[in-house]
């Protein structure tokens, strides 16, 4: 059985990766196949912690987009990540992985409060921990959430959940040609402006040399096959 070569990881799902083939929600079927991705790097003793996106049930930006405060369309978009992240602690509880949700904005009654130091403990205990509510201020999006609390916590690397297998040098929806890029370094991200996740994020990523892997959820395997040091989808790495 492979080992794994990481200790301790930080996994961004996008919230559109929990409506499956819906056009809005969490679709059960896809949340309980995300648990049990989960699960099977949790069998291997690897600490895992979440940061959920909200896009599948409100988009900050997009509200914006049509006359909404940014401000307030992003908190509603925060709530949006709370009820996500409620979502998926309990099916991962469901697969036995006893799970804290931990949220950048004050909901005692559903989170915790975000605590570095506590985040740490939960996972040296063996808990998964789920970041809710991005980083608690408008304008940043949930992937410089990811970024910032894989750094907080010292994950060993930031594996970023999308619907395709990798970066491309072209959207490959648009562009059947699109050729498939299996290693890129940061910079190279920033200068072409690939859409893999935010500048923001990426910027945050290289200036603390975090290693990053881009990688399709849908397919069985992939977070296991990252833990365990195996191709799957694209890295983004200091050159």
């Known amino acids: 059985m492979s080992r794994p070569v990481y200790h301790r990881v930080l996994l961004k799902l996008s919230g559109e990766a929990l409506m499956g083939n819906q056009g809005f929600g969490i679709d059960p079927e896809m949340i309980r196949y995300v648990a049990e991705e989960i699960r099977s790097v949790v069998d291997l003793g690897v600490q895992i912690a979440i940061v959920v996106g909200g896009g599948n049930i409100f988009r900050g930006i997009a509200a914006s987009s049509f006359g909404m405060d940014r401000t307030s369309a992003d908190h509603m978009g925060m709530l949006a990540t709370v009820i996500n992240s409620l979502a998926l602690q309990d099916a991962l509880e469901r697969k036995g992985i006893?799970?804290?949700?931990?949220?950048?904005?004050?909901?005692?009654?559903?989170?915790e409060p975000f605590i570095v130091r506590r985040a740490i403990r939960h996972l040296e205990k063996g808990r998964a921990v789920i970041f809710a509510a991005g980083t608690g201020n408008p304008y940043f999006t949930t992937d410089t959430a990811a970024a910032l609390r894989a750094q907080e916590i010292h994950a060993d690397i930031l594996m970023k959940a999308t619907k395709v297998d990798g970066i491309y040098d072209a959207d490959p929806k648009l562009h059947p040609d699109a050729s498939f890029?299996?290693?890129?370094?940061?910079?190279?991200?920033?200068?072409?402006?690939?859409?893999?996740?935010d500048m923001t994020a990426i910027s945050l990523a290289m200036d603390n040399r975090l290693p990053l892997a881009v990688f399709n959820l849908s397919t069985a395997g992939n977070i296991r096959k990252i833990v365990c040091g195996e191709r799957a989808g694209t890295r983004i790495v200091a050159r």
């Open 98 to 111: 006893t799970t804290r949700v931990q949220s950048a904005i004050a909901m005692h009654q559903v989170a």
């Open 181 to 197: 890029i299996a290693e890129i370094g940061y910079m190279e991200v920033l200068e072409k402006q690939l859409k893999v996740m």
